[in-house]
Each structure stands twice: as C-alpha cells, then as structure tokens.
C-alpha cells in the first residue's frame, strides 16, 4: 500500500492554482496559458488602467445620486456589472504589478456603449422636442443589439481559437454569420472546448435574442409602411412636389388626380405626398405598388391638422396642396367644416404655399376666400342642371372641356359618330399672348370677332376670349367692338396648344405680309379668298347694314334677291362699324317684349331686370336677371294648395304658356340660387322664361299634380341622404331606381340628373337585352384598357347630356395647377360669374330655312358678321342605326311584331264594337283588357315560332326578339294605364300624355370646334359664346344699389324664333 502512493507521480506545476493565478514561467509559455494572459504593453496598460478609472468612478458617483433606497437595485444593473467586470482588474494591477498582463474581456464595453448611445439619442430627442422619433429610437436599439450580440460572439470565439486554429478577426466573422443563420457549411469549426461551450452559450442566446429583435423589427417596419414615413428635406428642397390633403382616399379619386395631374408634359418631375388620417387602403396600396406610381406617388399617414405631420410632408417646401373633400357622407356640412380646418391648417403652418380647395356647400365659402382656387361642387352642380334645361347637354360639354383627352377615344369603333365624337372630345381650352402667338398675332388692332373668324377658318383654332395684360378679368367674347393688342392672352379651344402643332411662326409672317397685299383697306378681305373658301359665288362687301328690325336672324334672303343671286354672307369686317352694331344688332330685340301686345304676361307676372334683393348665402355672385314687381306670398308658392289668392291646385290650372321645368330634390337648400338665376338671367326674353317646380318629395300623385306629363325637363337632384352606403357605389342607388321608375311611366319625359360615381352612370335608363347598350359597354371596356380617361363618354345617356356626375369636375381643380384660368372661364360658361364685357353661353337651333348656309365654316361667318356670336360646337341628334346586319334583322321583326299586334288591337276592337283609333288613344278602357292583350300577343308569338321550323338558328333569335318586344309594349301599355287611372282619380285630364313615345330611337352627341368643313343638319343645335349686350349700352354698368333696371326691354336676349338659323 505504501508503495503504491510512494509511485504516485506529483502534480504537475501547470495543475496548481497558485501557479495559474501567479503566472508560472512554464505555464505562461504553454499555448494554453494565452486563454488567461496577453501581452500588453506598458503604455496601452496605462491607457486602460485610465480609463478604468474614469468609468469605475463615472459608475459609483451615477449609482449614488439616483439612489433610492434599495443598494441591490443599483448593484445589479448589467451596466454596473460590466462595468466592474472590465474595470476593478485594472484597478487591482496598480497594486498587484503581476496581473498587468491578465485578459479582461474588455470587448464587453460594446454594451456599456451601446446603453450609452440611448441615453444620448433620447436626451437629443427631449431637447429638440421631436416627439416623432420613437419609431427611430427603436430601429436604432434593434441595430445595436444585434451588433453588439455579433461582435461579443467574433471577439470571444477569436480569444478562445488562440490556442486552437488561430483564427483570425475575419474568420471569426465568417464563422459567426455562417452560425448564426444556421447555413453551417463546417469549414470552419472551433476545436477547444472553452470555445465550443462559448458556441453553444452564444447559440442559445441568439436563438432567443435575435427571433423578438427581427419581430420588433419587422413590425416596426409595417408600422412605417403604414403610416408612410417622411417626405425629406433634401428631396423637398431638390425636387418638385405638391401634397393632396383627403379625409379618405379611394381608388377612384387617386386614379382621377394622378392621371389628370400627370397628363401634362410638365409635370412628369413632380412627386405627389398623400396625406391621410386613415390606413391605406388594399386597392389603393395595389396600385401605389405600381412602378409607374410607386415612384412618384408617396403616402403618408397622417392629419393636415398636426404641425408634425405637415413637417413630415414638408408642406412649406411644396409647390401645391390640394384639399379635396368627402363627398359620400351624410352630413355635407361637417364634411365642409373638416375641409375648412384643414384649410386655415395649412395656410397657418405654410402661408406661401398655393391652396386649392375643393368645397360642397356654397354657405361655406367665404371662410376659404384666402385659398387661390375654390370649386364649390354645389354651385356648378345646379348650374349644370340649369344650362342643360335650356341648352342641351351642356354638363358634357363642359365636362368633355375640362378633361385631357388625346382625341383618339372611339377611333378603332366601326360606326362614323363615335369617331367624330371621340375625335371632337379631345379639344381643350388653352392661352397664348397674342404677338408670340403664330395662330393670332396677324389680328392685331382687328375686332375680336374677325380674329376668332379667321383663325378658325385658317388654322381650325376657335378664340373665345381674351385678358388684358393690365387686368386679371377674362372677357369671353367681348364682341366686335374689342380691338386686339399686341400684349392680350387669347384663350382658345383645340386639339392641341400652339407650341405643339406643326405651325411654324415665319411660315405665318409670311404668309400674313402676303395677304395684307391683297387687301383694299381696313374693313375689306380678299376678294377671291372668301369665294375660295365659302364657296358662293358672289358676295355684297358693302351690305353690312341692318336687314331687319328684329335682330339677327340666319334667315334666307328675300325672294327677289333668290332670283339675282345665291345666297351669300356678309363678311367679318376688321374693325366693327359701331353705330350699325349698336342699333341693329345687338339692341334689335329690345322692343322683344314690347312689340308683341297680343302676348302679354298675366298682371301677376310683370317681370322688370334687376339684382337680386336677398343673397342666400354669403359670397354669391351678383347676377342680373328678370324679377317680379311684388314679392308673391308664402301661401302662393304651394302649387298644389289653394289660398285666398288663388284656388289652383295643379300646375294644369295656371295656364303656363311654356313648359314646366321640375327640380325633384331632397331639400330646398342655397344651391338651388344657382340653378334659378341662370333660368331668369337677364339676357333671356321674358317669353322663353319657364315655370319652375320644386318637388321635395316625388310619389305619383305629386309628379301628376305639378305636371310632369306637359313638362319640358325633369331634374332629378342626388339624394344626399344615400351617400353613406355600406358599399361606395350604392350611394346611387335610391337615384337611379328614381329615375328609372319616372323613364318607365313617363318614358317621352326629358329626365336630367347627377350620380355621385361615374360608373353608375351606365344604369341611367337600363335595358337588360338592349344590344345597342351591350356594345357601348364592350367599347367603354375596349377604351378603358387603352388607358382612356373618358371611357364613359360614350354612353349615351350622357353623350346626350341627360346624367354626369359631379366628380368629374374634381379634374376642374387638378387642371388649375397648370391652367390657373380654367375655373374662371368655367364659371363664366355657367353663369356663376358675371363680369362686364364678358359673353355668356347660349345655343341656337338649325332649321330647314338654315340649311342653305352648308357647313361649319359658314355658319361661323355668319353668326360673326351679323351679331357677333362665336359658336363652339354642336350638339347632334341623330336616329339609332343598329350595329350589326343581325341587328337590323332584329329590328325589321320587332317592326313586323308590332304591326301583327296592331292588327290584334284592331280585331280586339272591333270584337268590342269600338274604332281602332278609339282603342289606342282612349282614357276610359279598363286595365283589366290588358292581360287580354298580352295573352293573345303571345299566342300569336308562340303560332309564329311554330310555323318556322325550316331556319332554326335565326328564326329562333328572331322569334325572341318579337316576344321581347310584344311583352315590353305590353307593358308600356299596362304602365300608361296606371298613369291615366291617377290621373283620372286626382281629376286630371289625360289629353297629352303620350305612352309610346321615348328617346330609344335617336342617339345624341356632342362635336367641340368641329372642323370647319362639317355639314350642318336639320335639328343641329349649336352653343354659341354670345356678347354682354349690356356692354354696349350708354352707362352700361347698372348700379347693385337699385334692384330694378331703368331701361327697358332685353338688349341681349333673342327670342328663340329670332335666333333660329
């Protein structure tokens, strides 16, 4: 036993703690000892026995002063740990010189810095006040912790290889990174077991470390993405942008302002900044994905009321800010106050930057007088609705004229009128200073009238207006008296501006100082160029006298002049002869109201021109037009009430000379000013002027009552108590069902309304199997995937002016950043504004007397010659042609249908014993003979089917088109019975009203600046831009103070039949 220990070697040295702790000679040379002991110098020794000091103090004297009353709370923070760790070593070597060359993992420091850096980025923050950073503070926390956790993992396993592979700073790198994302190709691996524990602690860590660090992360980043980020300085000082304020955005409206914004060639550079309080929308998100957009459009989530979020979207940097209101909700008026503060918002925070505001209640107004451009969408809403009622599809022509259109809609469609009015919508309204201009500089010191003439007949560019460079006014038609300068801005409309046609300026010059060689003297043209281009034969340059006491008429001449020579126009003098303008043509039909005392108004209705007594809300536009002498009684406005100063109860009763015009809407609100004004301006003869309803409230026994079966329009106004559907697009539903339900009982009834969308406009008078409506809709498909903004356009309801939505006038605000004239002139056209001088919109219609005049070209020389009228298009009807040979085939069988079932009506009335005649038109059958009549038309269908067995095919397409059209008149007939029992139950007489008569047979449309060579046609109506006749009057400003005008009759109010070509 005793030999046994005796044989027990000793223990090595390299064992022994104190030898480990002292530093044996013969361990520190082994590889091993390189885990515990480095060599340091005596300088970086120094150095960090300094710094040591430093942080070991800095960490006592911060533990003491936020010292609270528990010592363990301060002790085991991991801030103190470290640093004791890392800095009471250092210390102890002052004291113990043989631990000077002891490891201390001073690579930990990376976590003390790392605290530090928070607590300075948060102080930075705190003293700047920025309160949106701690989206920031929390990216930069998720950085440095995973930084930290991948240089502790580097530097422990590149101390712990030192006696193994050696490896290097890289190779720890490599290692880590290859660990870390669990790739692990094994080519590099540690070897001693320190440093594979070190792997295994570092693994364990990370796998709980690093998953919370990449969720916060990522969350974080969706967060970002949600709420958009910032617009930078940089960008926003370097680049141009505008920001679009919306309380919700949907797809239609983003689509509608980037595709109108970016129409213009020069605004391809501009980023657009969306600021909205809601998230973004999945759709809306879709497309900003687009790189088309993605690069120019950025959302930010956020409130134009928060000063932050402005700064966000550097709204002091911007170019413009758009401030777009919510129309689908119920309460229009809290949407205005919404729009109204975020108004004076950013007016506040950014005072230069240009406001362009949009505003639904015309009440609310004023308090945005400050922003520089306003569309009010009531206002143009009930303007549109007024102007359609007296000249036809007006709303399409302006809003054909407000939209960017490449006039190539309808080119690739088969039938003629859809490419002429495809090609007619692209024209524009544009400016240009009259002496840089090649289309008009030639006209200087000419009238205006002899401008906008020639440089249609030249260049196919129609002038209809001008500015002064002194005044900020634009004058539409200012009339042959207005003499061009050199510095005027003229507005015309074309397919394109100047600057890119193909007009060249020398090209003009010359060909101006070539013309005026021809010319006799001031007030002559060229002989030869006017019969080349009017094609007459002769034309009377001296008789440019008045023909008539009547006013301006297109009438053919005399019958003895027949007889010399064709008829011919005088031409558009130079300079206008103003005694004859002022006597003949522009006062002729003063005495219109005067003249006719076979046709006087009703001692109730004496009418006298003045200025409205009452505006019904503040800022409305001061509109001279025809009033009443004595202000009616409230008891009297009740058509369908007596009172003691009337015992009417129907609008049959009152004997109206001109038809009705019926407004249904939902309430009597200050818009429906702007509806009335325009129907009694001052410029329309008292003869013309029609009755107006309104009908709050629209069931069948009131819509008999206020004499819808005699009335000239319906206006059917949005119902704004729908607006706020579950679903965006049901917001028309109550309308167009209304509309619906008064085209079926009332199907010969002019019916005038708005939607809110404009995709809804494709159920205005529905017809499920209509195949002229099938194909229409495959044409809209067709041009909206050719990336066509005005796909709807071809729909017919408004190609003929009879639905628009109000929306597409939010183009009206998008296209003022770049035509800042745009809403003037519109407003002009409506009505909204009236400035002296300045012309108005009135249409005149072509007659079979007129036809002798031939195209376009000749139309506009007359009507510039004789009274100074600029025409701008036409409106065309035209009868329905079926697409296909099939469709005709179709169409020859419903014709066959309904003779067959007039001969069934004959033979049903002579079984009865009553005349055919009777049978049609009679007011007493009974609604019971009805089921009667559709039973024996189907009988009939089903004894036509079964004799054709020999062509299936089209026979049996035949055959349902017959039963189609048995039922549908069936059913018209079965509607105008219920029609006439109502009214044979209210006591109304049902003379007039007319069952089978609808519009399904004629199409309309409108041609903008038609090429000067367009025939004209019978029914033509034609939009002309007619003087201010009160521009041409002595004194001819009538004061506001006085609200009748002292002189009488209406200087610029043709009759319709004297107006008529």
């Known amino acids: 036993?005793?030999?046994?220990?005796?044989?027990?070697?000793?223990?090595?040295?390299?064992?022994?703690?104190?030898?480990?702790?002292?530093?044996?000679?013969?361990?520190?040379?082994?590889?091993?000892?390189?885990?515990?002991?480095?060599?340091?110098?005596?300088?970086?020794?120094?150095?960090?026995?300094?710094?040591?000091?430093?942080?070991?103090?800095?960490?006592?004297?911060?533990?003491?002063?936020?010292?609270?009353?528990?010592?363990?709370?301060?002790?085991?923070?991991?801030?103190?740990?470290?640093?004791?760790?890392?800095?009471?070593?250092?210390?102890?070597?002052?004291?113990?010189?043989?631990?000077?060359?002891?490891?201390?993992?001073?690579?930990?420091?990376?976590?003390?810095?790392?605290?530090?850096?928070?607590?300075?980025?948060?102080?930075?923050?705190?003293?700047?006040?920025?309160?949106?950073?701690?989206?920031?503070?929390?990216?930069?926390?998720?950085?440095?912790?995973?930084?930290?956790?991948?240089?502790?993992?580097?530097?422990?396993?590149?101390?712990?290889?030192?006696?193994?592979?050696?490896?290097?700073?890289?190779?720890?790198?490599?290692?880590?990174?290859?660990?870390?994302?669990?790739?692990?190709?094994?080519?590099?691996?540690?070897?001693?077991?320190?440093?594979?524990?070190?792997?295994?602690?570092?693994?364990?860590?990370?796998?709980?470390?690093?998953?919370?660090?990449?969720?916060?992360?990522?969350?974080?980043?969706?967060?970002?993405?949600?709420?958009?980020?910032?617009?930078?300085?940089?960008?926003?000082?370097?680049?141009?942008?505008?920001?679009?304020?919306?309380?919700?955005?949907?797809?239609?409206?983003?689509?509608?302002?980037?595709?109108?914004?970016?129409?213009?060639?020069?605004?391809?550079?501009?980023?657009?900044?969306?600021?909205?309080?809601?998230?973004?929308?999945?759709?809306?998100?879709?497309?900003?994905?687009?790189?088309?957009?993605?690069?120019?459009?950025?959302?930010?989530?956020?409130?134009?009321?928060?000063?932050?979020?402005?700064?966000?979207?550097?709204?002091?940097?911007?170019?413009?800010?758009?401030?777009?209101?919510?129309?689908?909700?119920?309460?229009?008026?809290?949407?205005?106050?919404?729009?109204?503060?975020?108004?004076?918002?950013?007016?506040?925070?950014?005072?230069?930057?240009?406001?362009?505001?949009?505003?639904?209640?015309?009440?609310?107004?004023?308090?945005?007088?400050?922003?520089?451009?306003?569309?009010?969408?009531?206002?143009?809403?009930?303007?549109?609705?007024?102007?359609?009622?007296?000249?036809?599809?007006?709303?399409?022509?302006?809003?054909?004229?407000?939209?960017?259109?490449?006039?190539?809609?309808?080119?690739?469609?088969?039938?003629?009128?859809?490419?002429?009015?495809?090609?007619?919508?692209?024209?524009?309204?544009?400016?240009?200073?009259?002496?840089?201009?090649?289309?008009?500089?030639?006209?200087?010191?000419?009238?205006?009238?002899?401008?906008?003439?020639?440089?249609?007949?030249?260049?196919?560019?129609?002038?209809?207006?001008?500015?002064?460079?002194?005044?900020?006014?634009?004058?539409?038609?200012?009339?042959?008296?207005?003499?061009?300068?050199?510095?005027?801005?003229?507005?015309?409309?074309?397919?394109?501006?100047?600057?890119?046609?193909?007009?060249?300026?020398?090209?003009?010059?010359?060909?101006?100082?070539?013309?005026?060689?021809?010319?006799?003297?001031?007030?002559?043209?060229?002989?030869?160029?006017?019969?080349?281009?009017?094609?007459?034969?002769?034309?009377?340059?001296?008789?440019?006298?008045?023909?008539?006491?009547?006013?301006?008429?297109?009438?053919?001449?005399?019958?003895?002049?027949?007889?010399?020579?064709?008829?011919?126009?005088?031409?558009?003098?130079?300079?206008?002869?103003?005694?004859?303008?002022?006597t003949c043509d522009l006062l002729s039909d003063q005495s219109e109201d005067e003249t006719a005392p076979d046709e006087k108004m009703p001692s109730n209705l004496e009418y006298a021109k003045g200025y409205p007594p009452y505006s019904p809300y503040i800022g409305s536009s001061p509109t001279f037009c025809h009033l009443l002498h004595e202000k009616v009684p409230f008891c009297c406005l009740r058509l369908d009430k007596s009172c003691q100063h009337n015992y009417y109860e129907d609008a049959k009763a009152y004997g109206f000379k001109n038809k009705l015009i019926i407004v249904a809407a939902e309430t009597a609100g200050n818009g429906l000013y702007n509806f009335i004004v325009p129907l009694r301006a001052y410029y329309r003869p008292k003869k013309e002027l029609n009755p107006i309803v309104l009908l709050l409230d629209n069931p069948l026994d009131d819509l008999l009552r206020c004499g819808v079966t005699f009335a000239a329009n319906m206006v059917v106004v949005d119902k704004e108590s729908t607006m706020s559907a579950e679903e965006d697009y049901m917001a028309d539903a109550k309308t167009i069902v209304n509309v619906q339900t008064l085209f079926r009982l009332f199907s010969s009834l002019s019916i005038i309304t708005e939607l809110t969308h404009p995709a809804n406009m494709r159920f205005m008078q529905f017809r499920a199997k209509d195949c002229y409506s099938l194909a229409l809709s495959k044409l809209e498909k067709k041009e909206r995937e050719r990336g066509s903004n005005l796909a709807f356009m071809f729909r017919l309801p408004f190609a003929a002016g009879r639905v628009f939505s109000i929306s597409m006038l939010d183009t009206l605000l998008y296209q003022s950043f770049v035509k800042d004239y745009m809403i003037s002139i519109t407003r002009l056209l409506l009505g909204l504004d009236t400035i002296p001088g300045s012309g108005f919109l009135c249409s005149i219609k072509i007659t079979e007397d007129d036809l002798w005049i031939r195209t376009y070209a000749r139309l506009y020389q007359k009507l510039c010659s004789s009274s100074g009228d600029v025409p701008i298009g036409i409106y065309r009807t035209e009868s329905q042609k079926l697409a296909t040979s099939e469709s005709r085939e179709i169409a020859s069988q419903s014709q066959i249908s309904i003779s067959v079932e007039e001969w069934e009506d004959t033979k049903d009335c002579k079984e009865q014993g009553l005349p055919r005649g009777n049978r049609r038109n009679s007011t007493c059958s009974d609604q019971a003979d009805h089921p009667l009549l559709r039973r024996k038309s189907m009988q009939w269908a089903r004894r036509l089917s079964r004799k054709g067995p020999k062509h299936s095919g089209k026979t049996a397409e035949k055959i349902t088109q017959q039963r189609l059209n048995l039922y549908r008149r069936s059913e018209r007939q079965e509607l105008a019975e219920l029609v006439k029992s109502r009214m044979r139950h209210l006591g109304l007489s049902t003379v007039g009203y007319d069952e089978m008569n609808d519009h399904q047979s004629t199409l309309s449309y409108i041609l903008i600046n038609p090429s000067p060579d367009t025939r004209l046609e019978l029914n033509d109506v034609v939009y002309l831009i007619r003087p201010d006749p009160l521009s041409y009057l002595p004194n001819s400003e009538p004061s506001r103070d006085s609200s009748l005008c002292l002189w009488g009759g209406n200087s610029g109010g043709n009759s319709r039949e004297e107006t008529q070509l």
């Open 1 to 582: 036993m005793v030999d046994l220990e005796s044989e027990v070697p000793p223990l090595p040295p390299r064992y022994r703690f104190r030898d480990l702790l002292l530093g044996d000679q013969g361990w520190q040379n082994d590889d091993r000892s390189r885990i515990f002991w480095v060599n340091r110098s005596l300088p970086l020794w120094g150095l960090q026995v300094l710094v040591a000091l430093i942080s070991l103090f800095e960490t006592i004297l911060l533990g003491y002063l936020s010292y609270k009353g528990n010592i363990w709370e301060q002790i085991l923070r991991v801030p103190f740990i470290l640093e004791i760790v890392n800095a009471v070593p250092f210390v102890i070597s002052i004291f113990w010189p043989s631990l000077r060359n002891l490891f201390v993992p001073v690579f930990l420091n990376c976590w003390l810095a790392k605290h530090a850096l928070e607590n300075m980025i948060n102080d930075l923050h705190r003293a700047i006040q920025r309160t949106g950073s701690a989206m920031f503070n929390q990216v930069l926390i998720l950085i440095s912790t995973l930084l930290c956790l991948i240089f502790t993992c580097i530097c422990g396993i590149q101390h712990l290889e030192r006696i193994g592979k050696k490896l290097n700073l890289f190779d720890s790198l490599y290692f880590c990174i290859v660990t870390f994302s669990t790739v692990g190709f094994g080519d590099v691996t540690p070897e001693t077991w320190p440093s594979k524990l070190f792997v295994v602690a570092m693994i364990c860590v990370a796998l709980v470390v690093l998953p919370i660090q990449f969720e916060q992360l990522a969350y974080l980043w969706m967060e970002r993405q949600k709420s958009g980020g910032n617009y930078s300085r940089h960008r926003a000082q370097t680049e141009k942008h505008v920001v679009l304020c919306v309380s919700s955005l949907k797809i239609d409206l983003l689509m509608d302002f980037l595709n109108e914004f970016y129409a213009h060639p020069r605004l391809q550079d501009y980023y657009v900044v969306i600021l909205c309080p809601t998230e973004m929308d999945v759709q809306v998100r879709r497309v900003l994905q687009i790189p088309m957009w993605s690069q120019r459009v950025i959302y930010l989530q956020g409130s134009a009321l928060k000063d932050q979020d402005l700064l966000r979207a550097k709204m002091d940097d911007a170019e413009a800010c758009f401030i777009l209101s919510s129309r689908c909700e119920v309460d229009r008026t809290s949407s205005d106050h919404q729009t109204i503060l975020r108004a004076w918002a950013v007016k506040d925070f950014a005072p230069n930057c240009p406001l362009y505001v949009q505003i639904l209640k015309p009440e609310n107004k004023f308090h945005i007088k400050f922003a520089d451009h306003v569309v009010c969408e009531e206002e143009f809403k009930y303007a549109m609705l007024a102007l359609n009622c007296i000249c036809p599809a007006t709303s399409t022509l302006i809003t054909l004229l407000v939209h960017t259109s490449r006039g190539q809609e309808g080119q690739q469609s088969p039938e003629q009128w859809q490419k002429t009015y495809g090609r007619c919508s692209g024209n524009e309204v544009y400016h240009i200073t009259l002496e840089d201009s090649a289309f008009f500089a030639e006209y200087e010191g000419k009238s205006f009238t002899y401008a906008s003439f020639h440089a249609h007949k030249k260049f196919g560019v129609c002038l209809i207006g001008v500015r002064r460079e002194d005044n900020k006014n634009i004058l539409l038609n200012p009339g042959p008296r207005y003499i061009m300068n050199a510095t005027d801005i003229c507005f015309y409309i074309n397919i394109t501006k100047e600057e890119n046609s193909a007009f060249k300026h020398q090209d003009q010059q010359k060909r101006s100082k070539a013309s005026r060689s021809f010319y006799h003297g001031p007030s002559r043209l060229p002989v030869h160029s006017i019969i080349a281009s009017m094609g007459t034969v002769a034309i009377d340059l001296q008789d440019t006298s008045c023909r008539s006491a009547s006013g301006p008429t297109l009438a053919l001449p005399s019958e003895g002049i027949k007889e010399i020579r064709r008829p011919s126009i005088a031409p558009v003098l130079e300079v206008a002869d103003t005694s004859s303008i002022q």
